[in-house]
């Protein structure tokens, strides 16, 4: 049978943490939930520890997103893992299937969610090249952890696209029409949200060249499988 871990990195996302979990919690296509709470302040790791099923590992301060998901990998015993991230609003039982299934079924060896509420450039593009929800095969990272650990906070997405168009991998896209995730300056206020986007940007640009991530979307776009 095969397994499918879900690894959630969590920062401060009380407000909608819960309405995740109560969608994979006992959702029949996981195997185990791994919650690595990034040194939250508020009281999302309380909300976590309701959930009876789900494993929760804390950082007490603030590492960054590649850390969480080290950490978080590091722990797994699935041979699929499954990305989510903290904050949606809308995901649904038939959302996680969807993403799933393509894996399982031998159908593509990565998906990669394609939300409702993508901005206007990934619209254009036909698909989030820097979507936080993905599946795939827990070897395409497991002799790179290492690396990982040396990306900036916000360099992991831009990192394993480059480890799927090494490996050749077959990509899903999963459309998710319902599924959104807020944008920063609707979580953390106009001048915080813009702050953030920018140390976002600042963090992909660290870890390749300003050309990589247009380099990356035309290689993606050849390995996308119907």
Partial sequence: MIKVS????????????????????????????????????????EIVSTFKNIRLIVHEKNKGKSAAIHRGVSSITGEFVL????????LTVENINELISPITSGMADVSISYR????RLWRLVGFDYISGERVF???ILQSHLDKILELPKFGLEIFLNSLIIKNNSRIKIVEWPNVSSPFKYAKYGMWKGIKGDIGMMRDIFTTFSIFEPLSQ?????????N
């Fill in 6 to 45: 879900c690894i959630i990195p969590t920062y401060n996302e009380a407000a909608r943490i819960a309405n995740v979990l109560r969608v994979v919690e006992n959702h029949p296509l996981i195997h185990e939930i791994i919650v690595v709470d990034d040194g939250s302040i508020d009281n999302t790791r």
């Fill in 83 to 90: 990305f989510l991230d903290a904050d949606l609003v809308g």
């Fill in 116 to 119: 409702g509420n993508s901005p």
């Fill in 137 to 139: 095969h827990r070897e």
């Fill in 217 to 225: 979307i035309i290689k993606m776009k050849h390995l996308v499988v």
